[in-house]
Nanobody
Framework: QVQLVESGGGLVQPGGSLRLSCAAS????????MGWFRQAPGKERELVAT???????NYADSVKGRFTISRDNAKNTVFMTMNSLKPEDTAVYYC???????????????WGQGTQVTVSS
């Protein structure tokens, strides 16, 4: 019905940059909140950043000033530009979107498949 496909992860040296993308497809009426979460080995999944359909953003304190979330509503896509990456940013990154499939339906949360980001020299 709805699928989220992520891309852009990889291996980068400390201080480097990466850009993640997540595109939604399927039956979509509108998308309210788009966001990124991450999960490091042995830790719980944590919120990284969110962006509303009006462009309002929210960031975890650990990434403020380094990560930027943005969205392309016409393409149902969310991006996250990650600069000044640190080893502690290493994790699997998941996108999440709250999507209405029909005008009268409630929003449902969908997850991407996850993309590995490794920051290491």
């Amino acid at each position: 019905q709805v699928q989220l496909v992520e891309s852009g992860g990889g291996l980068v040296q400390p201080g480097g940059s990466l850009r993640l993308s997540c595109a939604a497809s399927g039956r979509i009426y509108d998308i309210n909140i788009m966001g990124w979460f991450r999960q490091a080995p042995g830790k719980e999944r944590e919120l990284v950043a969110t962006i509303t359909n009006g462009g309002g953003t929210n960031y975890a304190d650990s990434v403020k000033g380094r990560f930027t979330i943005s969205r392309d509503n016409a393409k149902n896509t969310v991006f996250m530009t990650m600069n000044s990456l640190k080893p502690e940013d290493t994790a699997v990154y998941y996108c999440n979107m709250r999507i209405r499939s029909y005008y009268f339906s409630a929003s449902t949360g969908y997850w991407g498949q996850g993309t590995q980001v490794t920051v290491s020299s």
